[in-house]
């Protein structure tokens, strides 16, 4: 069973040199890299050079930017049959690869198979949403972030597994394509399984302690896709709408009044302005 990984980068250099021996570790080894590079100033390609002789990777490089449509053209070069977009600064866990065919074998009816995301410095649960017990979900509980997320592609419609241009860093909204991708193919009847065990190392960055700019701006994309389920009218997403837009700001905001901490409560009044700023800038 093949895997395709595709990556998009831009502007990392030696952060993706760790990922590329992660790589180079793994124990399963039937897999191909496909490295979408937005550089423009070759700062990548000794790197991809030196790497070339121990893994398959195709080193394509492109004259635009966006990560979703980097991903969408790395899918239309894939050959694999499971397809994953590993981010830049990421790392796999040497057994990765392998355990991930050993969960689409076990569990044939599996559609998309979610990772655990962990920070390497702490060995905890880093960014996206992660939880201690393996489980199937659904759309009203999406796990992981789009660089924990491998896709079957024999058990998706080929005409819903793309990416939205619009999501996504260097796109018009700068977060939120990976659940955008994922609402969609939960809602068209894909099966999910999220498990901790797979575990893809990834700083920790989705906390008050890196600042408020982060959180404004990835959390634009989740009030555009939100908003962009609603204009078809999705009854569903009003879940999202009531829990993301109402609840979960509130209660954070609470807390850290209560806390009376100004770092966390800043944060979190960030995170509902963003979410806001991105639904009602996504219209109709």
Not at 37 to 63: F, M, P, T, W, Y
Not at 114 to 130: E, H, K, L, M
Not at 161 to 188: I, P, T, V
């Amino acid at each position: 069973m093949k895997i395709s990984l595709v990556l998009a980068t831009l502007g990392r250099d030696w952060e993706l040199a760790d990922f590329l021996k992660s790589l180079a570790n793994q124990s399963y080894k039937d897999f191909e890299l496909i490295i979408i590079d937005q550089n423009k100033d070759g700062k990548i390609d000794a790197i991809v050079e030196q790497i070339k002789s121990c893994l398959d990777v195709r080193h394509v490089k492109v004259g635009f930017t966006g990560n979703a449509r980097a991903r969408d053209y790395g899918i239309g070069l894939a050959q694999g049959r499971i397809v994953a977009f590993p981010d830049d600064d990421c790392a796999y866990d040497k057994d990765v690869l392998k355990k991930v065919v050993d969960e689409f074998k076990r569990r044939p009816n599996l559609s998309i198979l979610v990772a655990g995301s962990y920070d390497a410095s702490t060995s905890r649960f880093s960014i996206g949403v992660n939880s201690n017990k393996a489980g199937y979900f659904s759309r009203f509980h999406m796990m992981g972030v789009e660089f924990t997320q491998f896709f079957d592609r024999k058990k998706i419609d080929g005409k819903l597994f793309h990416l939205d241009h619009d999501f996504g860093l260097g796109s018009k909204y700068s977060g939120g394509e990976g659940f955008e991708l994922l609402y969609r193919l939960l809602r068209a009847g894909c099966v999910a399984f999220y498990t901790p065990e797979i575990k893809i190392y990834h700083p920790d960055k989705d906390h008050y302690k890196l600042g408020t700019g982060r959180m404004l701006m990835y959390s634009t994309g989740v009030g555009a896709y939100i908003r962009k389920f609603a204009n078809q009218k999705d009854a569903y997403i009003l879940y999202y709408i009531v829990r993301k837009m109402f609840v979960a700001p509130a209660l954070k905001i609470a807390l850290a009044l209560v806390l009376l901490n100004p770092k966390r409560l800043a944060y979190s009044f960030y995170n509902l302005v963003g979410i806001w700023r991105g639904f009602l800038a996504y219209g109709r």
